[in-house]
C-alpha cells in the first residue's frame, strides 16, 4: 500500500504516518511535508523519486505528473485499466493526504502583495484530491485532519468501509468547492465588483440544531469562517442554542452595534428590540431597557455592548430570559447566572468582517446587497425647517434613528 501526503497544515501528521508506516504503508510526500515527517525519523520517498522528473517553477509543478494521477485514477476492477498502468510503469496510490495551501489566510493579511496571494493558489492539491475522491471506491482520500483516526484504524485492521470512503470522496469536494469560492470572491473583490456574474459562497457547518423555528424543521448552523460572527461567541452556561435563539442574538447584536463602546443593552423578542437603551453602565442600561416593555421581555434575548458585573447578573437573573450575551462576564456573574439551567449564556464580540454583504434569500435565489450605514453624524444632517433642533434633541433624534435601524 502506498500513500502520497502533501500538507500545509500539518497538525496531526506526524502520529498519523507513524501509524501508517508501522502498518507497512509506503510514504510518499513533496517538499515541507516531507521535510517534518523525516525529521520525526520517518523513510520518505521524494515524489520527484516516484515520477521521475523534479520539482520545478518554485513548486508550482511537483505532483502533476501521470505517474501519480494515472495512480489514483486506475480503477483496480478494471484489468484493461491495469494493464495500461503497468505497461507505463505506474504504481498504484491508495491512500491520499492533501490540505491546500492557505489561500483564505494569506488573502486576509494586511497589507499583502497580490503576487503573494496568487502564490498560495494551490493547484496541485485540488488536482490530486479530486482524482482520489472521483476513485474514493479504491483509494482513501483525507482533507481533514479529523479523519486521520478513523481511516487509520481501517488501514490497521485491513478492513474497509466503503461508506466512509465515500464520505471522505464528498468531504474532498466540499472542501475544494469552498477553495474556489474563495478565490473567485478575491478575484472580484481585487476589481472592485460586489456584484459579479457568479456569486459563489461557501459555508461550513458549526453545528446541529435540534429542530428549526418550529419543532417538525430540521435545522443546523453554518458559518463562512468558524471563529467569526455568531460562531465566535463562547457559550459560559445553559443548555444548547435553538434555531430561534440565534436568530434573536443576530436581532440583539443588530440593534447595539450603532452604539459602539458606548454602554447598552438591548432586549430582543421575535428578533426585535422590546427594549433598547443607553446608560452609565450595564445595570443601568439594562433597567431602562427592561423599563420599555417588561411584559415582553419575559423570555427574551438580552445583549449587552459592555461587560456584566455581579450587580447586573443579580437584577437580569430575577427575569425569566432565554439568552445572554456581552463582550465579557465577571466569574461571579457567570457563576450567578449559571443558577438558572435553562439561560444560555454567551461571551464575545460577534463582529461582521469588513466587506460584508447583506444576504436575504427568496424563491429560488438570492438577494445580494450593501449592508445598511450606521446612523449618520446629527452635525451631516441638513436640518430643513426654520428652527434648529438643540443638542438634547439632536441627541434624542439620533438615539432614535440608531433604534429604528434595528428594527
Not at 515541507?32 to 517553477?57: C, H, K, N, Q, Y
Not at 435563539?245 to 421575535?270: R, T, V, W
Request: charged share 20%.
Amino acid at each position: 500500500m502506498r500513500a502520497l501526503l502533501s500538507v500545509s497544515d500539518k497538525s496531526g501528521l506526524v502520529p498519523f504516518a507513524q501509524g501508517l508506516a508501522a502498518a507497512g504503508v509506503e510514504l510518499v510526500s513533496t517538499g515541507g511535508t516531507a521535510r517534518t515527517l523525516r525529521e520525526a525519523g520517518l523513510a520518505v520517498r521524494d515524489i520527484s523519486e516516484l515520477t521521475g522528473f523534479p520539482e520545478m517553477l518554485d513548486g508550482r509543478v511537483k505532483t502533476l505528473h501521470p505517474v501519480v494521477h494515472g495512480g489514483l485514477l486506475a480503477r483496480r476492477d478494471l484489468p484493461e485499466h491495469m494493464e495500461a498502468i503497468k505497461a507505463h510503469n505506474i504504481g498504484t496510490i491508495d491512500l491520499v493526504v492533501v490540505n491546500l495551501y492557505p489561500f483564505r489566510e494569506t488573502a486576509a493579511k494586511p497589507g499583502v502583495h497580490p503576487d503573494e496571494v496568487i502564490e498560495n493558489i494551490d493547484i496541485g492539491g485540488p488536482s490530486m484530491l479530486r482524482s482520489a475522491a472521483k476513485n474514493f471506491e479504491s483509494v482513501w482520500v483525507i482533507v481533514d485532519p479529523s479523519d486521520y483516526g478513523r481511516v487509520l484504524a481501517h488501514v490497521d485492521a485491513g478492513s474497509d468501509d466503503a461508506a466512509l470512503r465515500r464520505l471522505l470522496a464528498e468531504k474532498v469536494y466540499a472542501h475544494t468547492s469552498a477553495y474556489d469560492a474563495a478565490i473567485a470572491q478575491w478575484f472580484a473583490q481585487q476589481r472592485g465588483e460586489p456584484f459579479p456574474d457568479r456569486y459563489p459562497l461557501a459555508f461550513e457547518k458549526q453545528q446541529s440544531l435540534r429542530y428549526g423555528e418550529n419543532p417538525q424543521q430540521r435545522a443546523a448552523f453554518y458559518v463562512e469562517k468558524p471563529g467569526t460572527g455568531l460562531g465566535a461567541l463562547v457559550q459560559k452556561g445553559g443548555k444548547e442554542l435553538s434555531f430561534n435563539n440565534l436568530l434573536d442574538l443576530e436581532g440583539a447584536l443588530l440593534a447595539l452595534e450603532p452604539f459602539g463602546e458606548q454602554p447598552a443593552c438591548a432586549i430582543i423578542k421575535h428578533t426585535t428590540p422590546c427594549g433598547l437603551a443607553t446608560g452609565s453602565d450595564a445595570l443601568d442600561a439594562y433597567r431602562k431597557a427592561l423599563a420599555c416593555d417588561p411584559v415582553s421581555a419575559f423570555g427574551s434575548v438580552i445583549a449587552f455592548s459592555g461587560p456584566i458585573d455581579v450587580a447586573a447578573a443579580e437584577a437580569i437573573s430575577s427575569l425569566f430570559v432565554e439568552c445572554i450575551v456581552a463582550p465579557h462576564f465577571a466569574d461571579e456573574a457567570v457563576e450567578i447566572l449559571g443558577r438558572k439551567k435553562n439561560l444560555r449564556v454567551l461571551e464575545g464580540r460577534a463582529t461582521w468582517p469588513a466587506n460584508t454583504m447583506d444576504l436575504k434569500r427568496v424563491r429560488g435565489g438570492l438577494l445580494v446587497q450593501d449592508r445598511a450605514p450606521a446612523p449618520t453624524d446629527p452635525q451631516q444632517w441638513n436640518v430643513v425647517t426654520t428652527r434648529q433642533p438643540t443638542g438634547d434633541e439632536q441627541r434624542d433624534l439620533l438615539f432614535a434613528w440608531k433604534a429604528v435601524a434595528s428594527v
